[in-house]
């Protein structure tokens, strides 16, 4: 069974600043996806970054990177240059590759950005 | 990127009154289509996955005879909370899948915030 853990419930940081957030997993699929996404209070989910588990470089989106060590099976976010409007849920999620490759989520971390 | 829409965006209902929520992808094709629920601060937890013209698959605790899924086109499907009650009130969030999609990326409609009476 596949499992996302996300331990830091809560979070904050100083506009500006760079901040990174925790997720491991637990998977046995061989191939998998992992995924971030931000939820602000509108609740809409909002795609941020993905790293597939055989991509040989770390993934990066604009202010976005993937720490991906994947011995450690870790994938943790890192936002450069902390904005106010980062502030948010952040959900780390899992999904094999192949089959209908459905994603299970992490239980999310708050981020809050301070001026 | 592709669109989903979801409607209504919210709704108030009476307990025992079914709601049916509609889940749409406005410029792809969605081969498949997952329903989520999250509960106010937590996450989102898998309810069903649907494919277009066949019968959806549930997770494991979700009544299917209470979330009826109906995914009869490649850009619409239906949740439908039959007899609900207060205990149903959630956020509802859909998401889709195209069969094109280079790397398996769901694209997540707006959600829906149900609240039973």
């Known amino acids: 069974a596949q499992k996302i853990t996300q331990t830091q419930p809560g979070m904050f940081v100083q506009e500006k600043e760079a901040v990174t957030l925790d997720c491991t997993y637990d998977t046995s699929d061989p191939s998998y996806g992992l995924f971030w996404y931000k939820q602000p209070s509108s609740g809409e989910m909002i795609f941020l970054i993905y790293?597939?588990?055989?991509?040989?470089q770390n993934a990066t989106e604009g202010r976005y990177s993937l720490n991906f060590q994947k011995a450690r099976k870790s994938a943790n976010l890192v936002i450069s240059a902390s904005q106010l409007g980062d502030s948010a849920m952040y959900f780390c999620?899992?999904?094999?590759?192949?089959?209908?490759?459905?994603?299970?989520f992490g239980a999310g971390t708050r981020l809050a950005v301070h001026p | 990127g592709a669109v989903v829409s979801q409607h209504p965006s919210w709704v108030i209902c009476k307990s025992g009154t079914s709601v049916k929520i509609e889940c749409r992808s406005l410029d792809f094709q969605a081969t498949t289509m997952f329903w989520y629920r999250q509960f106010p601060k937590q996450s989102l937890m898998l309810m069903a996955t649907s494919n277009e013209g066949s019968k959806a698959t549930y997770e494991q605790g979700v009544e299917k005879d209470k979330f009826l899924i109906n995914h009869a086109s490649l850009t619409l499907s239906t949740l439908t909370v039959t007899s609900a009650h207060p205990e149903d009130s959630s956020f509802y969030i859909c998401?889709?899948?195209?069969?094109?999609?280079?790397?398996?990326?769901?694209?997540f409609g707006p959600g829906t915030r149900l609240t039973v009476l």
């Open positions: 790293q597939g588990s055989y991509d040989q």
């Open positions: 999620a899992m999904s094999s590759l192949g089959g209908y490759n459905k994603l299970i």
């Open positions: 998401s889709a899948r195209g069969g094109g999609v280079g790397y398996n990326e769901q694209f």
